[in-house]
């Protein structure tokens, strides 16, 4: 028997999602339970979006929570690289080849004829896909144009009718009609892949054995089927997790819950509280105990337990977890440690520290300056925000249109949040400082605090939103009704 590889393959293009670390826990537990390795692979072919600062946020995050793999980018391995943005010519080599083999074909649509393509689709009831126009091009007409320089894409060949079936460890057999899959785009106009090239050439040829991902991905299942076949490889097994849920069971998303693992890591959780609650999520050993070790779930891993109902992410039951895990197993001298490391972190307190100083007389006085920032929520009330310019109800508009704009934001840093609240603020016909006082008190507690945009980059996007949204709480939420027709003020802003 061949031995056992398995992989994740994170995009750098944010905070590290929990979603993220609990996929990856899964693929080391198995890995390690039947004596393989586990792959870490950074998949950055999307070079707008990624930047090398995620991608160490990824690792960290991952590394913080003990996962360590015995292969990956900063470690090296037999198979590399290990970054997609590295293999580039690879991917193209083997679209190419596709395309020889006639299982894939050039198409040369543009961006409009595209949007035109499905809008029609949609107007006659139709599923939006690829309607096939490139196949009918002949092949000099196809030369002509690869010749003139005209952009192109690389998309795979569909079987018209019939069925797929996709064999899946926790699922059985799942049947798929192939008139539901669409042409996928392989190579992509930049000379990039997609994702499912990508990760289909480099599962090869990185020798994965089985494919743990998360079931958003059962769909795409036939596409990666059919290259398997039309490259002529063996295919590796495929598993489909449940996804992680919100307690109202819809799927977890950072509007209502903080999903990236540097929040609960800046929050305050043990690293082993969170990996163990994370192995609940669907699993659960023999014996049915909830507390438990990592090395006791590789021991104990069995795949077959995981149970397809969608695991609820409870921050509550994790905060109960966790302080079960402090009293049990850190003894006063650990404690300490613990704690130390988390509220005296070098790299934490020099972001901090020149905020405070000029505010400050005596070390005493620190705790009242930056005492926020070592907060996981704060004590915020509706009376908070008494004395403040705005009333009442665009008080509430402005919380929580800013809490809008800010989920939205893809770059977190002092400069951009600042743009778009003083954006924000202005297209709402607001006096920029009015507007930013009650973002103090959100993120701060009061309105005489340290820069609001310094503290927001500082404390970071999960901490500053869910701080954002309990003011938006404290203030009042809008109703349904209310929360649908200022949405609609927000999109036309």
């Not at 693992?261 to 990996?275: F, K, N």
Request: hydrophobic share 40%; net charge negative; glycine share 6%.
């Amino acid at each position: 028997m061949s031995e056992i590889r398995t992989r994740i393959a994170p995009s750098p293009t944010g905070d590290p999602h929990v979603g993220t670390a609990y996929i990856a826990l899964f693929n080391m537990a198995f890995a390690r339970k039947m004596g393989g390795k586990f792959i870490l692979r950074i998949e950055d072919t999307d070079q707008t979006r990624s930047t090398p600062e995620s991608e160490k946020m990824i690792l960290d995050a991952l590394r913080w929570l003990g996962l360590d793999w015995a292969e990956g980018p900063d470690v090296g391995g037999e198979y590399g690289p290990y970054r997609q943005s590295e293999r580039g010519d690879i991917y193209t080599e083997y679209a190419k080849e596709l395309v020889q083999k006639g299982h894939a074909f050039y198409a040369f649509e543009t961006a409009e004829e595209l949007d035109q393509m499905r809008n029609e689709q949609r107007e006659n009831g139709l599923q939006p896909k690829y309607d096939g126009r490139a196949l009918n091009l002949s092949d000099a007409e196809v030369q002509a144009k690869l010749d003139a320089g005209v952009p192109y894409v690389i998309r795979m060949k569909i079987p018209e009718e019939g069925i797929c079936r996709v064999q899946d460890m926790l699922r059985g057999e799942i049947e798929i009609d192939w008139a539901q899959v669409d042409m996928q785009v392989l190579l992509k106009a930049d000379g990039m892949p997609t994702y499912h090239l990508a990760n289909v050439v480099d599962d090869h040829l990185m020798k994965i054995t089985h494919v743990i991902r998360g079931e958003e991905w059962i769909n795409s299942a036939p596409k990666h089927i059919l290259l398997y076949q039309y490259f002529g490889w063996d295919m590796p097994t495929l598993c489909h997790m449940p996804l992680l849920r919100n307690p109202d069971k819809s799927k977890l998303s950072k509007r209502k819950n903080p999903t990236s693992i540097l929040y609960y890591q800046r929050m305050g959780y043990l690293a082993e509280a969170v990996v163990n609650y994370l192995g609940r999520m669907g699993w659960s050993m023999p014996d049915e105990r909830e507390k438990f070790s990592l090395d006791d779930m590789i021991e104990h891993f069995d795949i077959q337990r995981v149970s397809l109902g969608g695991p609820v992410f409870d921050v509550e039951k994790l905060s109960w977890l966790n302080g079960l895990w402090i009293r049990e197993d850190l003894n006063p001298q650990a404690f300490a440690q613990k704690f130390q490391e988390w509220a005296l972190n070098p790299e934490y307190l020099m972001q901090i520290l020149p905020l405070i100083t000029p505010r400050i007389e005596k070390f005493s006085d620190v705790a009242d300056v930056a005492g926020f920032f070592l907060k996981g929520h704060l004590d915020i009330h509706a009376s908070s925000f008494d004395g403040l310019k705005l009333e009442d109800e665009t008080l509430r508009k402005a919380l929580q249109f800013a809490t809008w704009k800010l989920e939205s934001l893809s770059k977190w840093e002092k400069d951009e949040i600042f743009n778009a609240m003083k954006s924000l603020a202005q297209t709402m016909e607001i006096k920029p400082k009015d507007f930013f006082a009650p973002l103090f008190v959100a993120i701060a507690g009061t309105t005489s605090s340290v820069s609001v945009f310094d503290s927001m980059a500082i404390l970071g996007p999960d901490i500053s939103r869910a701080r954002l949204r309990a003011a938006v709480n404290a203030v009042g939420s809008p109703s349904k009704k209310e929360g649908k027709r200022w949405e609609k003020e927000f999109q036309a802003l």
